[in-house]
């Protein structure tokens, strides 16, 4: 069955950086591209971009631009989300999602809690 | 980016039907059929039940129904049990090749 799970909970000052890792399995990694979406306390979701496992291309939202890196590990099926010059507005659950193509997220890990203080 | 609209909450008795709306633009819902739902429960992650305007995934009940008409598309829930109590998120993949959700609706179920 597909699992998705990330890493654990993270606390960071402000100006810092944080790197988040989402391990896929149950399905050929290289055949779908991984979303990262954040949820700030109370808050929609929020899409942040994506990563294709097979070549690596990324897209990213434009707010967040700069400041978000996704990177894969074909060897691990693993990929990860960094995001820099954290403030408290980045305080949020980020969740990753397996691409459905244009239709949606059908798979997602269980959300990993990074809070800036 | 702009916020699909959703109304905050809505609330339905056992046994009834509630549909929750989500309000874009032509640029995102009334562009395309990639509207999605998802049900979410407090502190756990969104859970994909509703593609493609219509579709459900394999596992999602059939009371849990989608539609569209322009701009606007639609979550339907028959048969309201005390599990469907959750929020739901609508989002949509957008003209500019992002995605965009709702601001989220939460159903009580009485």
């Known amino acids: 069955q597909v699992q998705l799970v990330q890493s654990g909970a993270e606390v960071h000052k402000p100006g810092a950086s944080v790197k988040v890792s989402c391990k896929a399995s149950?399905?050929?990694?290289?055949?779908?591209?991984l979303h990262w979406v954040r949820q700030a306390p109370g808050q929609r979701p929020e899409w942040m971009g994506w990563?294709?496992?097979?070549?690596?291309?990324?897209e990213y939202s434009q707010y967040l631009q700069g400041r978000v890196t996704f990177t894969r590990d074909t060897s691990t099926s693993t990929v990860y989300m960094e995001l820099s010059s954290l403030t408290s507005q980045d305080t949020a659950v980020y969740y990753c999602?397996?691409?459905?193509?244009?239709?949606?997220?059908?798979?997602w890990g269980q959300g990993t809690l990074v809070t800036v203080s | 980016q702009s916020a699909l609209t959703q109304p905050a909450s809505v609330s339905g008795s056992p046994g009834q039907s509630i549909t929750i709306s989500c309000t874009g633009t032509?640029?995102?819902?009334?562009?395309?059929?990639?509207v999605s739902w998802y049900q979410q429960y407090p502190g756990k992650a969104p859970k994909f039940m509703i593609f493609?305007?219509?579709k459900r995934p394999s596992g999602v009940s059939n009371r849990f129904s989608g539609s569209k008409s322009g701009n606007t598309a639609s979550l339907t829930i028959s048969g309201l049990q005390a599990e469907d109590e959750a929020d739901y998120y609508c989002?949509?993949?957008?003209?500019?090749?992002?995605?965009?959700f709702g601001g989220g609706t939460k159903l009580t179920v009485l």
């Open positions: 493609d305007v219509n």
């Open positions: 032509r640029s995102d819902v009334g562009g395309y059929n990639y």
């Open positions: 990563i294709y496992g097979g070549n690596g291309n990324t």
């Open positions: 989002s949509s993949y957008t003209t500019s090749n992002t995605w965009v």
């Open positions: 149950g399905y050929t990694f290289t055949t779908y591209a």
């Open positions: 999602g397996r691409g459905l193509g244009y239709y949606g997220f059908d798979y």
